[in-house]
C-alpha cells in the first residue's frame, strides 16, 4: 500500500450532486486528509472480462478509464465507496468497478491491507418489513469483494434516499409507482418529499465519524484523529 495519506472517493451514483456524493465527500471532508472524488458516470469503464489477461503483470488489457482508476486505487492509501440499490442490489457502475480491481490481486495482493468505508443509498426504509432487504444485499458485495481483495472495511453507511418517481412527473398516477409501492397506497409526492442526505443529522455524525476514523486508520492509529 501507498505510503502517503491521499484518499480516494468513488461513487457510482449517476445523479449530479446526489445523496450519494454529498456523503462521500462529507466522509472525505471529515477525514482532514488529501483526497480525490470520482464519478464512475463520467468515466467509460466496462466490466472485467474474465479473460486472465492481467496475470502477467497485474494490469488489464482493457484500454479503457477502469485501467487508469484501477491505478488510482492502487496508489491511494485508503478510500470511500458509494453505491446505490436500483432493483435491490448494487448498481452496475460500482460493480463494475470492483470487478475491474481484480487485476492487483494475482501474487502479490496489490490491495491488502488498504482501508475503507462504505457509503449505501437505499429508496427502502430501514423499517420496512415486506420489501427487500436492499441495503443489507448490496452492504454483502461489497464486504465480500473486500474479503476477496484483503481490504480492510472499517464501517457501511447506511442512507435512505429517494425512488425516481419522485422527479419523473408521473410518480402520483403511474400504476406502478415505486412511491406508493415503498410508502403506501395514499403515498405522494408531496406527502413523502425528498430526502435529502444532510437532513438526517445521525447519518451526518456517522459519516463525520466515519471519516475520522478512516484517516485514523490510513495514519495507522487505532483511535480516530481529531
Known amino acids: 500500500m501507498s505510503n502517503n495519506e491521499k484518499i480516494l472517493g468513488i461513487s457510482g451514483s449517476p445523479i449530479p450532486d446526489s445523496n450519494t456524493d454529498r456523503a462521500v465527500r462529507h466522509i472525505l471532508a471529515s477525514s482532514g486528509l488529501d483526497h480525490e472524488f470520482v464519478k464512475l458516470s463520467k468515466l467509460h469503464l466496462e466490466p472485467c472480462r474474465a479473460c486472465l489477461g492481467c496475470v502477467k503483470d497485474n494490469e488489464c488489457v482493457i484500454d479503457d478509464d477502469?485501467?487508469?482508476?484501477?491505478?488510482?486505487?492502487?496508489?491511494?492509501?485508503?478510500?470511500?465507496?458509494?453505491?446505490?440499490?436500483?432493483?435491490?442490489?448494487?448498481?452496475?457502475?460500482?460493480?463494475?468497478?470492483?470487478e475491474r480491481m481484480y487485476c492487483f490481486r494475482h501474487r502479490t495482493g496489490g490491495n491488502r491491507g488498504k482501508p475503507g468505508v462504505a457509503v449505501i443509498t437505499t429508496a427502502f426504509p430501514a423499517e420496512t418489513d415486506d420489501l427487500p432487504p436492499a441495503a443489507e444485499t448490496a452492504g454483502a458485495q461489497i464486504q465480500f469483494w473486500a474479503l476477496e481483495e484483503g481490504l480492510d472495511l472499517l464501517g457501511t453507511m447506511v442512507l435512505v434516499g429517494n425512488v425516481p418517481c419522485i422527479r419523473c412527473g408521473h410518480g402520483d398516477s403511474c400504476a406502478v409507482s415505486g412511491i406508493r409501492m415503498v410508502h403506501g397506497p395514499v403515498a405522494s409526492v408531496d406527502?413523502?418529499?425528498?430526502?435529502?442526505?444532510?437532513?438526517?443529522?445521525?447519518?451526518?455524525?456517522?459519516?463525520?465519524?466515519l471519516g475520522r476514523k478512516l484517516a485514523g486508520a490510513v495514519r495507522g492509529s487505532k483511535e480516530p484523529t481529531t
Open 66 to 98: 477502469g485501467r487508469r482508476l484501477a491505478e488510482q486505487f492502487r496508489d491511494a492509501a485508503g478510500f470511500v465507496l458509494g453505491a446505490f440499490t436500483p432493483y435491490s442490489s448494487l448498481d452496475a457502475r460500482t460493480k463494475a468497478f470492483m
Open 191 to 209: 406527502s413523502v418529499g425528498v430526502q435529502r442526505f444532510e437532513d438526517q443529522a445521525a447519518l451526518l455524525d456517522q459519516a463525520t465519524e
